[in-house]
């Protein structure tokens, strides 16, 4: 599939996406200089979160919306989304800054309002959150315009995430991502259990990727090397301005290095081969091959005691001893030199 003209499958390189969420503190230039970061240290995406407090939940103080257990302890839901939302009058400036620095730009709806909206913007693929993944009508309704869809599954169970990509397929959208993801925030490293991701992709027949909370780059550089063919970061300009998510995203330095690194790792990944390289063909002089050990006159017998399979290897293969054992020399042989099938008796 691809996303914009970033093309995603099982040989392309890996879709490395700078999540900007709630990391501007509500001021569009500490945006667009986070986008502008994020292009610096590599990223091939931005993603934006399209909702307002008001689309999301309602202004309610009871016990149902106060948050407990996270590290938004104490806030309300509709506090801390007034305060992580992103201005929808923002978007598409920052999608048009986004394309000039040569990034893809696309988001997360959290209603069909949103997916309105980010169709006038013409967003080249939809993201749904790991929290909306049991929003079936909205999955089916960002399916349905026929872009493709990335779905994180950080509290999903499987039963989920089979409706969720069925609801996809239902609306005639085979365009489908999964997102391994630990909705923790920061997520232990220990709860990452990245062998879900071959068995995701078995299992759903989708491209799969890592939405990833955890400190540090290690869970999305090994991610890669299972099978990852996007890699999703939040990112910020600077941890020390705050905001609800600076705990757990990335500065540009990291981001950047994680970003060589997973280059690196596609590297490595190479193809299925066994030939031999020529750098390594260059190596393979110093295998082990047949040698005369002790001088032998012609006619001499060939034994355990005058030739052996050493190092370097420019005599015969080893393979051959057992068969050169007991032949006779054809000329005179120092010490040293290597067997070839002329110096011996057919």
Same mark, same amino acid.
């Given at each position: 599939? =691809? ?75 509709? +506090? ?34 949103? @997916? +309105? ?84 992709? %078995? ?15 290690? @869970? ?58 020529? %750098? ?53 042989? =120092? ?6 099938? +002329?110096?011996?008796?057919?």
């Amino acid at each position: 599939m =691809k996303i914009d003209d970033f093309t995603i499958n099982n040989e392309s390189p890996v879709f490395i996406v700078a999540e900007l969420s709630a990391n501007h503190n509500q001021d569009f230039e500490i945006a667009r200089r986070t986008i502008e970061a994020a292009s610096k240290a590599g990223a091939d995406a931005i993603k934006l979160q399209t909702y307002t407090p008001d689309t999301i939940t309602i202004n309610c103080d009871n016990d149902y919306f106060h948050i407990k257990g996270t590290l938004w302890d104490g806030q309300t839901l509709y +506090d801390l989304y007034q305060q992580a939302y992103t201005p929808w009058e923002w978007q598409p400036k920052l999608k048009k800054y986004a394309e000039s620095l040569g990034l893809i730009l696309f988001s997360s709806p959290f209603d069909r309002s949103a @997916v +309105d909206f980010l169709e006038k913007m013409d967003v080249p693929a939809y993201k749904v959150a790991s929290f909306e993944i049991s929003d079936i009508p909205l999955i089916r309704y960002i399916a349905s315009k026929k872009k493709p869809v990335i779905i994180s599954t950080g509290v999903a169970t499987l039963q989920d995430i089979e409706e969720a990509v069925n609801a996809c397929r239902e609306v005639g959208n085979n365009q489908i991502i999964l997102l391994k993801c630990t909705s923790a925030y920061p997520a232990p490293i220990e709860e990452a259990n990245l062998r879900t991701i071959p068995d995701m992709k %078995k299992r759903f027949g989708t491209m799969v990727g890592l939405s990833d909370h955890t400190l540090g780059d290690i @869970v999305a550089i090994a991610s890669v090397s299972l099978g990852a063919r996007i890699i999703e970061k939040h990112f910020i300009l600077d941890k020390t301005i705050g905001g609800p998510d600076a705990a757990f995203s990335m500065e540009p330095e990291p981001f950047k290095i994680m970003v060589e690194a997973i280059r690196n790792t596609e590297k490595a990944w190479g193809k299925v081969t066994y030939e031999p390289t020529e %750098k390594i063909k260059e190596s393979r002089v110093f295998m082990r091959s047949l040698f005369v050990i002790e001088d032998i006159r012609k006619g001499d017998t060939f034994s355990e005691k005058n030739i052996r399979s050493i190092r370097p290897g420019y005599g015969l293969p080893p393979k051959h001893f057992e068969e050169i054992i007991g032949k006779t020399a054809v000329r005179d042989l =120092k010490k040293g030199t290597p067997l070839s099938w +002329d110096m011996i008796v057919k």
